[in-house]
């Protein structure tokens, strides 16, 4: 597609469901990001990938979030046991390659996540 | 935790004015840049910056890098309503991590 997907776009979950977010890269983007953003602050890092390697994930917040890219390219976001503290704008962004070669974050529109 | 501190957080001015957002670390960063978010959208990249004490202009903004890459200004001349939103800086380390800014939420009335 031209641009980066996710999917849903609004989420609205029990406390204590589980739930798995999607974001579907621009075609043959190498790095994929996922972040979590508060409404008028910046987006807190959760996760890097470069192809279907999970290069950096120190800012997922507990084990309860986990993420992959099977086949470097669509990305799922799990979260497990959902709190209502989860609930968030997450949003995926990819770049045609790694950031230190000074490539742009292409960002899809988000998940907002709501959980009751 | 942000590494990243924007100052002001909030800048509410008048069409005309000039004005000046900080982005401050104590982390040095391989590269920097700048991103301008609309509501209901996700960020847009507006410029990187790449070399310490690097300035670049686009239009009416320009972007400096500090000479030691530990911090970055954005300055807009003559703000216009279209400026309205909300700026990111973000910094890439050197192991590819790109974390953002607290961001800066400018309102330009006319």
């Known amino acids: 597609g031209a641009g980066v997907s996710q999917s849903p776009r609004y989420k609205v979950t029990k406390r204590g469901q589980d739930v798995a977010l999607r974001c579907d890269p621009i075609s043959g983007h190498v790095s994929l990001y996922w972040y979590r953003q508060a409404l008028g602050q910046g987006p807190e890092f959760l996760t890097y990938f470069n192809y279907e390697a999970q290069q950096d994930k120190s800012g997922l917040p507990n084990d309860r979030f986990s993420a992959e890219r099977p086949e470097g390219s669509i990305s799922t976001l799990t979260i497990q046991r959902t709190e209502q503290r989860d609930s968030a704008m997450y949003r995926c962004a990819s770049s045609s390659h790694r950031p230190s070669d000074n490539s742009p974050l292409h960002f899809g529109n988000g998940t907002r996540l709501t959980v009751t | 935790t942000q590494l990243l501190e924007q100052s002001p957080q909030f800048l509410s001015i008048q069409e005309g004015e000039n004005l000046t957002v900080y982005c401050n670390s104590s982390?040095?960063?391989?590269?920097l840049q700048w991103y301008r978010q609309e509501p209901g959208e996700g960020p847009v990249l507006l410029v990187t910056v790449v070399t310490g004490g690097e300035v670049k202009k686009l239009k009416r903004l320009t972007f400096q890098f500090g000479d030691a890459r530990k911090d970055s200004s954005l300055h807009i001349t003559a703000a216009q309503p279209g400026d309205t939103g909300l700026y990111l800086c973000a910094g890439a380390l050197r192991t590819d991590k790109l974390i953002f800014g607290t961001g800066t939420r400018l309102q330009v009335f006319p």
């Open positions: 982390s040095v960063f391989s590269s």
